[in-house]
Each structure stands twice: as C-alpha cells, then as structure tokens.
C-alpha cells in the first residue's frame, strides 16, 4: 500500500533510538523528508546522517524537551528547513515511574507540557498543510500504562492526560483538516531501553511480563513504528481523536 508520503514532511521529537528512532525511519522509508531531536548530540548526528542515507532531506537539533522555548525554535526551524510541516509526532518522554513529587514534574514537564508545546509551535505549519493539501496530522505517543495501573502513578496518569488532550485537539482542528491521534504501545523490547535493562537486570520479572501478554512477546519498536506512520498518513485521512493500542492483547479492557 502507498501512503502517499513522498515528499511529505515529518518531525518527531526523542527519536535516535527506540520507537522515536524507529518511526523517523520507517517515514524516510516511506519517502518522507524528517526533522528528529534529542538531548544527545552524538545520536542526533547519527540519526541524521543514517536518514539522509536513505535518501530524504533530514534535518535534527539537541533539544531538551523541558526547555520550551528551545523546543518552540526547533519546530519552527525544522518547518523552515523543511519547506514546511505535514505531520508531528510528539514522541518524547521522561519515562519515570511512581508517586514522588520529581516523577510528577519531570512527567509533566517533558510528556504532557512537550506534547502542548509541540503542537502549539507546528500549528501554523500544520493548519497551511491541512488547508493546502487536504490533511496534516499530530500524532502524540502515549502507553497502555494510561488505563493499567495498580498504584499512583506519574507515567500513567501523564499518559491519560494526553489521551485526552488528544481528543480536544482532534474535535477543534477537524475542520481545518488537521488530526490528532494516538497510539498506546504496550511491552516494547529493545537493546538499552526500559524492558532491554530489565532483562538485564530483573531477568525473572522479564520473564513474568513476557508470559502476561497472550502472545507470548514484546514489540519491536519498528512495529509500534509501523503502526505510527500509518495512523499519521494520508491513508488514514478521516481518522482522528482515536487511541490506537498496540498491546499485542496484553491489556484486557476492551474499547468501545
């Protein structure tokens, strides 16, 4: 299937390594040109130069995500670059777990504060892509952790928050052919991220969340990927204000 984006612009926030990483190429893959940032200048150069291999006009900054003027200038740069923005996916996260007050802050800061900022800065870009081509998404990643939870917990409920920010955006925008939506990965298993440490380090309570999900796994993030650029693609074009969960069944609420 052709998602007719070639030549279309994509920016993705906290993407040199894992499900960032793996969406920013599965869109040059797609033929897409891509704009990423992250805090490490060593994987942003990276990054950059493995997408411009690929083809594509990259483009990529050392933002800390907190900073929200830095990152306000780097959208705004990535859309000059560019020649404008076609979709944004806000994918960076502070990843920390529990009820401290530091959790909470950092939670905020970062997921839910990072989301709101991204998009207020790529508006402009977005309402004259939806407005010239007919649709322009923002795409924001969430979790499962939003509707799971056992404890307080600063990940989940961020994560709800967003869900639900999501859908105001989706309801206000729709006229202008600009969408938003989300997708909620659940386990995702790679190298040097959460669960990869995980298995290094708690390799029994690996094993025990491995058999929790009925397929017998965790995701790849080039499958969380997949799903992403899909949903964010013309393809998907009269999509907007869901929340994709890609879980693989691990989760046991049923959506309606």
Known sequence: MDL???????????????IGRAIAECF????????????????????????????????????DIADGPALKAFIVEAGETLG???????????????????????MFD??????????????????????????????????ISAAETDNPNS????????????KGVARENAPKKLRCNVVSPGTVFFEGGAWGNVKAGMPAFF???????PTGRMATPEEIAAATVFLASPRSAFTTGINMVVDGAISRRANF
């Not at 709101?116 to 309402?127: G, K, Q």
């Not at 892509?129 to 979790?143: E, N, P, R, V, Y």
């Not at 990940?155 to 999501?166: C, D, E, S």
């Not at 094993?207 to 999900?213: A, G």
């Open 4 to 18: 007719q984006l070639t030549g279309k612009t994509a920016v993705i926030t906290g993407a040199t390594r894992g």
């Open 207 to 213: 094993e025990q969340m491995i058999k929790r999900n």
């Open 84 to 106: 404008g923005i076609d979709i944004v996916v806000s994918n960076a996260s502070a990843l920390v777990q529990g009820n401290a007050e530091d959790a909470w802050k950092a």
């Open 155 to 166: 990940y989940g409920a961020m994560k709800a928050a967003l869900i639900h920010f999501a």
């Open 110 to 143: 970062i997921d839910m504060m990072g989301a709101v900022r991204t998009f207020e800065a790529a508006r402009p870009f977005l309402e004259q892509a939806g407005q010239a081509k007919g649709d322009a998404c923002f795409l924001i990643t969430s979790s």
């Open 28 to 63: 040059a893959d797609e033929g897409a040109h891509v704009a990423i940032c992250a805090r490490n200048p060593e994987q942003v150069a990276e990054t950059v130069k493995a997408l411009e291999a690929k083809g594509v006009k990259a483009f990529g900054a050392v933002v």
